[in-house]
């Protein structure tokens, strides 16, 4: 149990570093799910286009929310979004800083899916092979055969051993054309999605560098403070429910020395520990109220400087008048006259 506790707090820790692992298990696992699926297409005119961009487009944003969901800054950041005004305001640079780090991370899967999928060529041949130019790769000519049939002709090109259009155009002919059109675009968006990660990575903070550190600050403390304020309360959850417990027991102590005429027991030490840990707050209406104004009203964001004890010469009373000192010249003229 201890090892789990462990590793949990070192992953709480490196939440960033364990977030770019799973961002990175993910994107090795879309690439397994693609090569690992069994793509058949239709094959027919009016299946094959809903099917290939279906392929193309629905696994990734299937992947983009698992990896918010797997964030676990959603929550947090749907939490500083609904929460009333309050004594603090809400930054909207703060919020935009943190949506685009979980969403940098979330879209490295399905990047890696639309990629794999146009470099292999297969969702593109059958979503647009119907579309095939057959007056420039094969023979428009070909007689005794309608728009339609031509179309149904050509949307079986994916499933060779259905195919019986070599005399409108060869088979091979057809994918190798489709095929290099999606590696193309493929390599495009490849392309794409890493001139725009260098810029988001690299050229944004070069730009507005304080605005930068600014809501990155103020991002982790949004994160940091929630994980204190959950601290915070399992700690006095534990120590009301110990206190509860031994004043229960307490109570039953005491009446059962009274019924058998023996002295209570002393209560343990560590009863008194326990409830130095509740704050103050000792009962279920006053922790329903706490949540609730933490909740609609969080405290402003400016520490007061602690009150001066009392007493001690520390406030309250007069102080003694603090003279500048005097400089060495004046002693020792005052001392030569002397």
Same mark, same amino acid.
């Given at each position: 149990m201890d090892k789990f506790r462990m590793i949990f707090q070192f992953l709480q !820790?490196? $939440?960033? !570093?364990? #977030?770019?692992?799973?961002? +990175?298990? =993910?994107?090795?696992?879309?690439? $397994? =799910?693609?090569?690992?699926f069994d793509f058949n297409c239709p094959c027919l005119p009016r299946y094959n286009l809903a099917y290939g961009l279906g392929i193309l487009l629905v696994p990734p944003f299937i992947l983009l929310l698992l990896g918010f969901v797997l964030n676990n800054n959603v929550s947090m950041l749907a939490e500083e979004? @609904?929460? &009333?005004? +309050? $004594? @603090? +305001?809400? *930054? /909207?640079?703060?919020? @935009?800083? #943190?949506?685009?780090? =979980?969403a940098q991370r979330a879209m490295i899967a399905p990047a890696v899916w639309v990629s794999v999928t146009l470099l292999d060529g297969k969702c593109i041949t059958c979503a647009f092979c119907t579309s095939v130019p057959v007056e420039t790769l094969g023979n428009a000519s070909h007689p005794g055969l309608s728009q339609g049939e031509m179309k149904r002709v050509l949307a079986r090109i994916p499933c060779k051993e259905i195919y019986d259009g070599q005399e409108l155009i060869a088979n091979e002919v057809a994918i190798r054309y489709l095929r290099c059109i999606s590696q193309a675009l493929g390599w495009c968006f490849v392309l794409l999605m890493t001139m725009l990660a260098f810029l988001v990575r690299s050229l944004r903070p070069c730009f507005t560098q304080a605005a930068f550190l600014k809501s990155r600050y103020w991002s982790h403390y949004i994160d940091i403070e929630r994980k204190l304020f959950d601290e915070?309360?399992?700690?006095?959850?534990? !120590?009301?429910?110990?206190?509860c417990i031994q004043q229960f027991f307490e109570g039953m102590s005491t009446d059962l020395a009274a019924?058998?005429?023996? /002295? &209570? @027991?002393?209560? /343990?030490? *560590?009863? +008194?520990?326990a409830a130095e840990k509740l704050l103050g707050i000792i009962d279920q209406g006053t922790m329903n109220t706490a949540l609730k104004s933490w909740h609609r009203c969080k405290p402003p964001l400016h520490?007061? /400087?602690p009150a001066l004890p009392s007493g001690n010469g520390w406030a309250g009373e007069e102080q003694p008048p603090v003279h500048p000192p005097v400089p060495r010249r004046e002693m020792a003229a005052y001392y030569s006259r002397v």
């Open positions: !820790s490196n $939440q960033e !570093s364990f #977030m770019n692992g799973i961002c +990175g298990i =993910m994107a090795l696992a879309s690439a $397994q =799910m693609y090569s690992a979004w @609904r929460r &009333p005004q +309050g $004594q @603090r +305001g809400k *930054d /909207p640079a703060v919020l @935009r800083y #943190m949506f685009c780090s =979980m915070t309360c399992a700690e006095h959850a534990r !120590s009301f429910a110990k206190v019924a058998h005429r023996h /002295p &209570p @027991r002393k209560a /343990p030490a *560590d009863a +008194g520990e520490l007061h /400087p």
